[in-house]
């Protein structure tokens, strides 16, 4: 129970975990059902109170909820979960009633008029789960982008941090350099004795090479799971009308854009956001390239060449009235697609990799097949990387940075060599919360909601 007796900095107020938080788990309202969450030493005696008795743990038993009178607030299913085995490892209780705010709100009222009890704030719950050993960091921002998935390819990413997959792989990381500096440290104290040959220091260095190339080629892991995250981008470029904002409206299936005959009506950026396959594609129209004197035109040409520099993809649109097909100079993949096919039915592909017909359809689903076919490609990469979002990235670098400075000291100075190795094992110990600081948790917490 020491564990309640502790003051942490949380959001910007010093909290207990001697208090019992309370708080709406099941997001808006009204809804059919409603899930307040309890956690903390008094849950069990709260539950107690407000339905009149503790069901056998972990079973869902329909009671009625009273307030302090007597006076029935509702009838639900309530559920208690003993700690440790809890999501919390506290104490935890459940009522699942119906999801009305006045039913909510009278519960609520309720718990907060208990000595010992407050509104939980945002991300507590799992904070408590992470100070019981219940997750570790990376599992809980998995749980985090779990929530916020919209996609099949973001929930598969998702579980995988949350399940754990990718805090193995850094636990295996820091054993193997914890048995690296085991080796040193044995060589350097008990080099005398006549059980410990020499050199044996010497065994470790293979493991720590492989290693090192193993950590290197997780760090290019962070932009597959950013495009799983925030989405594939695909942006569509070409002359002024050439059919990119009528293929834009095609596929988004709503007028998100202007379309005209004249020439440059696209000054800005449109992005619309589709799921193709499991997989977020965020697709942007942008101003048409050509030489103009027109100042808004020609800022609407400059936010697409910037749109170039973040593209996954490009699709270079061209209806054949231009004199060749538009160069681009971006390293990026490319489709080039001929469109207003239904104008010429005998157009030859020539240098272009698709031709379509917004009009009529034609060539629409190839070209979408081929776009989720270069997402497939990033998606299917992010299963096999752990480095999750930049705090991963920063940490594997410098722990990378350690890992390649002990190597350079093979067979020199081993004191240096075992701190460096430290070293290296604090920086990925910090990505899970083996190591940690009070600042970094709070902002990691503070992104989640209220009741989670």
Aim: with cysteine.
């Amino acid at each position: 129970m020491a564990l309640y007796l502790r003051h942490v900095p949380f959001g910007n107020d010093t909290v207990s975990y001697q208090d019992t938080i309370y708080a709406l788990s099941s997001g808006g309202l009204p809804s059919g059902v409603a899930t307040i969450r309890i956690s903390g030493p008094l849950a069990k005696e709260a539950c107690l109170r407000v339905s009149g008795r503790v069901p056998s743990p972990r079973n869902a038993s329909y009671l009625p909820l009273r307030d302090a009178e007597g006076q029935l607030l509702d009838r639900g299913l309530v559920m208690y979960f003993p700690g440790p085995a809890s999501f919390t490892g506290e104490d935890s209780v459940e009522f699942q009633v119906h999801g009305s705010r006045a039913v909510v709100s009278a519960i609520l009222a309720q718990l907060g008029s208990f000595s010992g009890f407050r509104l939980a704030e945002a991300g507590e719950f799992s904070r408590r789960a992470f100070e019981n050993g219940k997750l570790d960091l990376v599992e809980i921002e998995g749980l985090g982008e779990l929530i916020n998935a919209d996609t099949q390819a973001q929930r598969k990413q998702a579980l995988r941090f949350a399940e754990g997959g990718a805090s193995a792989r850094y636990q295996s990381w820091m054993e193997t350099l914890s048995f690296a500096r085991a080796m040193i440290e044995a060589e350097l104290d008990f080099s005398d004795e006549g059980d410990i040959p020499g050199a044996v220091s010497d065994q470790i260095w293979p493991q720590l090479e492989t290693l090192l190339e193993e950590m290197n080629e997780s760090l290019a892991g962070l932009h597959v799971h950013e495009i799983v995250r925030e989405g594939f981008r695909v942006v569509i470029v070409g002359p002024p009308n050439v059919g990119k904002s009528s293929l834009l409206n095609h596929l988004a299936k709503r007028d998100v854009a202007i379309v005209t005959d004249i020439a440059g009506t696209t000054r800005d950026v449109i992005a619309v956001d589709l799921d193709l396959g499991g997989v977020k594609i965020c697709l942007v129209d942008t101003a048409g390239i050509r030489d103009t004197e027109d100042p808004v035109e020609r800022a609407g040409i400059e936010r697409t060449s910037r749109e170039l520099d973040k593209a996954d993809l490009v699709l270079v649109l061209d209806s054949g009235e231009a004199d060749g097909v538009l160069q681009l100079h971006a390293d990026v993949e490319t489709l080039r697609v001929r469109t207003k096919v239904d104008l010429d039915r005998d157009v030859s592909l020539g240098g272009y990799d698709l031709a379509i017909s917004v009009k009529t359809g034609d060539g629409v689903d190839s070209l979408l097949e081929r776009i989720q076919s270069v997402a497939a490609r990033y998606s299917q990469a992010s299963e096999g990387s752990i480095v999750l979002n930049q705090r991963h990235k920063e940490h594997v670098e410098n722990s990378v940075r350690f890992l390649a400075a002990a190597l350079t000291q093979k067979g020199e100075g081993l004191e240096l060599t075992a701190e460096y190795l430290r070293n290296a094992a604090d920086e990925l110990g910090r990505i899970t919360g083996v190591v940690s600081a009070d600042a970094l948790l709070g902002v990691i917490f503070s992104k989640f909601c209220v009741g989670k």
